[in-house]
C-alpha cells in the first residue's frame, strides 16, 4: 500500500487552513484531512490539533502490536472527541481563537478493513477501476437542503450556502461523528479530500484523473492542479492510499 498526502493554499485565501496525515507501513495506514474555519480565528490551529491527534495515535502504535478493526473505530470515537476538548480548551484560554472548529475526515486501514471517522463536509471516497463511491455524507446545510429535495444537485456547485456546517469539531462539548467501518477489496484506492476539491472538480473527473495517472503523487498533484486552473478559491487537500488491500 502507498499513501501520499498534498496541501495547496489555492489562489485566493491567503493562508492555507486546511491539515492533513498519511502514513502507512504494510497493510495498516492512517489517513486524515482537516479543514480548519474561523478564518482570522484560527481554523488553521483547529485542524492542526485534529490531525496532530492522529499523529500521536500512529507515534504510540509503532511501539505497540496495531490493533483491530473494530478497535480502530473505538479509537477514533476517542480521538475525536479528544480533539474536540483540545480545541475548546484552547478557545477558552485565548479569545483570538474563540470561534475556531474544523472538519475531520480519518481514516485507519488494517488488511481490508477501513473504519472512519467523520464530522464536517470533507469527504472520503473508495475508486476501484471504473467506479467511484463516497463513503461519507457532507454534514453542511447544502446536503440538507438536497436531501429534502430544495436544491437540486447541480446547483451545489455555485450555491451560497454551500460552506455552511451542520456539525464540526470545536463547536459544541459533544460532537457527533459518524463511525463505521467498509470492507475494501484488493487493489482499492482511497481518496480523502478537503472541499477545496470537491467544489471545484466533480466525482466522474476525480475517476479520470485516477484511471490517466499512474502514481498516487502524480493523481494528488493532477487533482490539485485541476481544482486550481478553475479558481482555486479555497484551500485544498488530498490524502490518496493506493493498493489498498495488498495490490500496489
Known amino acids: 500500500m502507498q499513501v501520499v498526502g498534498l496541501t495547496d493554499r489555492g489562489r485566493e485565501r491567503p493562508r492555507n487552513e486546511d491539515n492533513l496525515f498519511a502514513r502507512a507501513d504494510k497493510d495498516f495506514a492512517i489517513l486524515a484531512v482537516a479543514d480548519g474555519m474561523g478564518g482570522h480565528r484560527a481554523g488553521d490551529v483547529a485542524s492542526a490539533i485534529a490531525v496532530e491527534a492522529m499523529s500521536e495515535l500512529w507515534d504510540n502504535l509503532e511501539r505497540t502490536v496495531p490493533f483491530s478493526a473494530g478497535e480502530a473505530a473505538e479509537q477514533l470515537r476517542r480521538l475525536a472527541s479528544e480533539a474536540n476538548e483540545r480545541i475548546l480548551a484552547l478557545a477558552g484560554r485565548d479569545p483570538a481563537k474563540k470561534g475556531m472548529g474544523t472538519t475531520l475526515t480519518a481514516g485507519i486501514i488494517k488488511d481490508r478493513i477501513l473504519a472512519i471517522g467523520h464530522i464536517g463536509d470533507s469527504r472520503a471516497y473508495l475508486i476501484k477501476d471504473d467506479s467511484i463511491k463516497a463513503l461519507t455524507n457532507d454534514h453542511s446545510l447544502l446536503q440538507q437542503l438536497i436531501s429534502s429535495g430544495e436544491v437540486k444537485?447541480?446547483?451545489?456547485?455555485?450555491?451560497?450556502?454551500?460552506?455552511?456546517?451542520?456539525?464540526?469539531?470545536?463547536?459544541?462539548?459533544?460532537?457527533?461523528?459518524?463511525?463505521?467501518?467498509?470492507?475494501?477489496?484488493?487493489?482499492?484506492?482511497?481518496?480523502?479530500?478537503?472541499?477545496?476539491?470537491t467544489g471545484l472538480v466533480g466525482e466522474d473527473e476525480i475517476l479520470s484523473v485516477f484511471q490517466e495517472e499512474k502514481s498516487p503523487q502524480d493523481k494528488a498533484a493532477a487533482l490539485i492542479g485541476l481544482a486550481n486552473s478553475r479558481g482555486g478559491y479555497d484551500n485544498i487537500t488530498v490524502v490518496i492510499a493506493a493498493g489498498v488491500g495488498g495490490q500496489s
Open 153 to 197: 444537485p447541480e446547483e451545489a456547485r455555485n450555491h451560497p450556502q454551500r460552506h455552511i456546517l451542520t456539525r464540526a469539531l470545536g463547536v459544541g462539548s459533544k460532537p457527533k461523528v459518524d463511525i463505521f467501518e467498509v470492507a475494501i477489496e484488493e487493489g482499492s484506492a482511497l481518496l480523502f479530500c478537503t472541499d477545496g476539491l
